[in-house]
Every structure is written in structure tokens, then in C-alpha cells.
């Protein structure tokens, strides 16, 4: 089946690093993508990783992917306060994009 | 920049009454999706087209709820009659082709309230 899960809830401090954690269930994902929604705004696209790929980076942003355990993460290195929004990861299945709960971050200053 | 328009921003409505959302994606995109995003979690595909086709409305209550994309570009998504559990933000996105790497688009979407 298809499941894609975040946890709900991150709290950091002005300058530290946020890690934002992804686990899906469907190996046959393709890519996968990190997108950021701010307070009643749509979806705009972070970054994505094709499943073949370990790590991409992208200025602040590292995205790490273990397809054994199915595991996706974001790191955001240096975050600032900007930043805080919601976060969903999304697998690319064929002619499927399926989203995750979504990980609020919250950027303490 | 190109981007997807959606329209209207907010919408309020009687419950058993009907409601229209337009979406009009970035040129050339050959697919268009309508998402719906309860608050508090993540987009719900409803429906997507490939061009003027449905590829998979597996999710839409069609009951109620009616989309179209009658010339392959602009679309229009309908409920009749709306009931107050359909409140929520509606998302229409856009991309070159089918998922499988290439970017969706997401528009700002329609924050749809039943009351």
C-alpha cells in the first residue's frame, strides 16, 4: 500500500540545524520530493531526489535517502526564522504523487 | 513567472448549496490535479487529467463532487450539494508530464468553508 509518514511537530533555535524525518512504504517510488507550505499558501517544491541517488544537496538543504529502510530525511543547515512552515515529503509512484502528514517546524529566534 | 491560478481564494457557502473552484495551470502542462487538504494533513489527490482524460479519480466522491477539463487546459471542479465536512483548501497543480520527476506546480489554492 501507500503510506507516507512525518512526524508532526519541530522545535529549533535561530541558527541550529533542523532535521525533518520521512518514512514511506511503496519501494516502487521513483523520486521524491520535499515541499514547503507557508500559513494559507500552496505547496512550493524544495527539492527532490530520484531513488536511485543517497544524497543531494542544495545550498542550505540535504536531503539523505536509505531506500532499504525507506527512509527520507531534509536537513536544513543554519535555519533561520524564515523557514518556519509546514514540511511534506511526497513519493512519486507511477501517475501518483502521495504526500505525508506534514512535519510543522517552528524557528525559535 | 508562469504559474497555476486558481480562483477564488476563499469561498463560504451554505451547506446543500453548490460551489465551482477554476483552475487554469501553466502553459503547456499536459497534467492537472485537484488536491484536497483537510487541515492539519497533507493533500489528498481527488482527481487528475492528462490532457483532457481522467487518469485516476479513484478518490473523488462522485456523488457530489464533478471535474473537467473540457479543452485540455483550464479545469473547473464542482460539489453539489456541499456538505460541512468538504471544508478545507482545494490545490490544483500542474506539470509537463505525468509524476516521475518532473516538478508539480501548486497553485495558492481555494480555502473552501461549509457552514
Known amino acids: 500500500g501507500e503510506d507516507v509518514e512525518q512526524s508532526l511537530f519541530l522545535s529549533v533555535r535561530e541558527g541550529d540545524s533542523s532535521v525533518i524525518n520521512c518514512t514511506y512504504t511503496d519501494s516502487s517510488s521513483t523520486y521524491l520530493y520535499w515541499y514547503k507550505q507557508e500559513p494559507g499558501a500552496g505547496l512550493q517544491l524544495l527539492t527532490y531526489?530520484?531513488?536511485?541517488?543517497d544524497m543531494k544537496q542544495d545550498q542550505r538543504l540535504t536531503v539523505l535517502l536509505n531506500k532499504k529502510d525507506k527512509h527520507l530525511s531534509l536537513r536544513i543547515a543554519d535555519t533561520q526564522t524564515g523557514d518556519s512552515a509546514i514540511y511534506f515529503c511526497?513519493?512519486?509512484?507511477?501517475?501518483?504523487?502521495?504526500f505525508g502528514t506534514g512535519t510543522l517546524l517552528a524557528v525559535q529566534p | 513567472e508562469a504559474e497555476v491560478a486558481q480562483s477564488p481564494r476563499y469561498k463560504i457557502t451554505e451547506k446543500s448549496q453548490a460551489v465551482a473552484f477554476w483552475c487554469d495551470p501553466i502553459?503547456?502542462?499536459?497534467?492537472l490535479y485537484w488536491y484536497r487538504q483537510i487541515l492539519g494533513q497533507g493533500p489528498e489527490l481527488l482527481v487528475q487529467f492528462q490532457d483532457e482524460s481522467v487518469v485516476d479519480d479513484s478518490q473523488l466522491p462522485k456523488d457530489r463532487f464533478s471535474a473537467e477539463r473540457l479543452k485540455g487546459v483550464d479545469s473547473t471542479l464542482k460539489i453539489q450539494p456541499a456538505e460541512l465536512g468538504d471544508s478545507a483548501m482545494y490545490l490544483c497543480?500542474?506539470?509537463?508530464?505525468?509524476?516521475?520527476?518532473?516538478?508539480?506546480?501548486f497553485g495558492q489554492g481555494t480555502r473552501l468553508t461549509v457552514v
Open positions: 511526497a513519493e512519486s509512484i507511477p501517475l501518483k504523487l502521495i
Open positions: 497543480a500542474s506539470s509537463l508530464l505525468g509524476q516521475g520527476g518532473t516538478e508539480a506546480f
Open positions: 502553459s503547456g502542462h499536459a497534467t
Open positions: 531526489i530520484f531513488s536511485n541517488m
